[in-house]
């Protein structure tokens, strides 16, 4: 193994270990991946958690300065395709490969940055702020799945706007889902209050269902675009969305006053019960598809 060669593995083992010991529902759907497909979106996860962690988790005197360099890092990474950071490193090197550029880029810190001194969103800075926090990591997500395993030399694969609809419709539904799940850490231990003209202590389940209907649409938009995925990124983003509709459902249940109180989550016998069912399924479908292109030639 060459040096460099070294050094890339190393950075992309480091991503994986963050996406691991954040999150259990995104690690079980990016398991279900081929291995390049799996690399690159451990590497986009392991870039937004660490810009999570400046916002949510060090909010240092100069967390905004934190901030600021690891966009920077990021930038210069895009270009020379090399960074001493780790993750970055890693995030670089997929963002090249599978056409994520300053598009996804720029939107997603600003909304990062947001969160270092808006402390109540209206609609509009609200929508703003989901976009940058989710949207364009959907779309990111998207690129990866559609060109990760190009060769090199050839150009990367463009999607359609149907398919970028549904990557954003998916990321704001996981966000809304995130900021009901988080409402009592994000009011009392952040100050912040995200969903517009939503009172955390004054919660009412006129509200948790407003904010539920909106994820719902934008599951549908999502599922729609499904159908444009390469099947083992499909169905790695089945599962993942299986796992979301089963919180959705444990939110609905859930009154208003205990959501302040504590985070919904899915059990891990739960978890693995959903998402069986959505390989199962995934792989009859796949040998239906086979069947009928044996039959059809």
Not at 131 to 141: D, H, I, K, N, R
Not at 246 to 264: F, K, N
Request: aromatic content about 6%; proline content about 5%; glycine content about 8%.
């Amino acid at each position: 193994m060459t040096a460099r060669r070294r050094y890339d593995t190393t950075a992309a083992r480091a991503s994986r270990a963050v996406l691991r010991t954040y999150s259990t529902s995104f690690g079980i759907g990016t398991r279900l991946l081929p291995p390049r497909s799996r690399a690159d979106i451990e590497a986009v996860y392991a870039l937004v958690r660490l810009a999570d962690e400046v916002v949510d988790t060090y909010r240092g005197p100069d967390a905004d300065d934190e901030l600021d360099e690891l966009e920077a890092q990021t930038a210069r990474a895009l270009v020379t395709g090399y960074s001493t950071n780790v993750v970055v490193h890693a995030f670089a090197r997929a963002a090249r490969r599978t056409g994520i550029g300053h598009d996804e880029i720029d939107p997603f810190f600003a909304s990062m940055r947001a969160d270092l001194s808006v402390r109540e969103h209206d609609r509009a800075s609200y929508d703003t702020y989901v976009y940058g926090s989710a949207e364009v990591v959907g779309v990111m997500c998207l690129k990866v799945f559609l060109s990760a395993d190009r060769r090199p030399g050839d150009p990367v694969v463009q999607p359609s706007p149907q398919a970028v609809a549904g990557a954003r419709a998916l990321g704001a539904a996981f966000q809304k889902v995130n900021f009901l799940r988080d409402l009592g850490a994000d009011h009392g231990d952040l100050g912040r209050s995200y969903l517009p003209g939503v009172d955390a202590g004054r919660l009412t389940d006129g509200d948790v269902h407003a904010v539920l209907d909106e994820v719902r649409d934008d599951l549908a938009t999502a599922r729609a675009a499904l159908p444009l995925l390469p099947p083992r990124a499909r169905c790695a983003v089945e599962a993942t969305t299986a796992l979301y509709d089963r919180l959705l459902r444990d939110l609905a249940a859930t009154p208003p006053e205990d959501l302040t109180q504590r985070r919904v989550r899915v059990p891990g016998p739960v978890k693995a019960v959903v998402v069986g069912r959505v390989v199962a399924g995934a792989l009859v479908r796949e040998g239906t598809q086979r069947v009928r292109r044996v039959v059809g030639a």
